[in-house]
């Protein structure tokens, strides 16, 4: 594994989680550096976090998901990481289904996070959709990316509780942080070597084999 990794980023929104990475690559908390960030919306706010860093910043105009042109833009992201040598593909709020040839390209090392526990509430609303049902728990998802969206292996999660206070913006606000800590986590165990796919698991070498950790909301007053 080259050390530093090369990054490459994927994002179509404001890229707070894209930024965390930047950040924690620049403070060596992540072996490794953001190779290139590519967006399919020309003014989004990670675009800019990505100039305001150095790093080159790709507008890539994507088409209708499962169309011919579809298929040619994932290629054309596929060279564009290529040639900036990325090892990791990590979606950073990118809302756009990925081709099986940049899947192919990368077998292993395309990773995204999701704001829910999955499988629970997948989809573009995950922390409204959490919200309405009245989960007491609910958090976030770092996986490989497979075929579908928010389907692929899990590395990491974590669990957040459910305030009655909570509006959606709150809650959301209380995920975002975790996701923050939670992918770079995962991006420095990918760049350690530390993570082996098995089937549907993720094996991750040096982590604890028991543990007492539990969260448990509201809390329990017995005893
Ligand atoms: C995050 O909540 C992420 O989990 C989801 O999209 C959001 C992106 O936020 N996939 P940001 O652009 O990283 O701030």
Redesign the pocket.
Known sequence: MRNPINIGAL?????????AIIDNCEAGVIDGRVAVVISDREGS??LERARKHGIPAVHAHVPKTGTPEWVQANRQITRVLRDHEVDLVC?????RKISPDLLAAFPGAIM????ALLPSFPGTH??ADAHAYGVKVAG?TVHFADAEFDQGPIIIQAAVPVLDTDEEDTL?AR??GL?HQAYSQAIQWFAQGRLQISGRRVIVDGVPTATDATLVWPPVELG
């Open positions: 994002a179509s929104g404001g890229g707070t989680n894209l930024q706010g990670s979606m950073a709020g990118y809302m995204n996070i999701h704001p995950g922390q976030l959301v995920i975002l996701e």
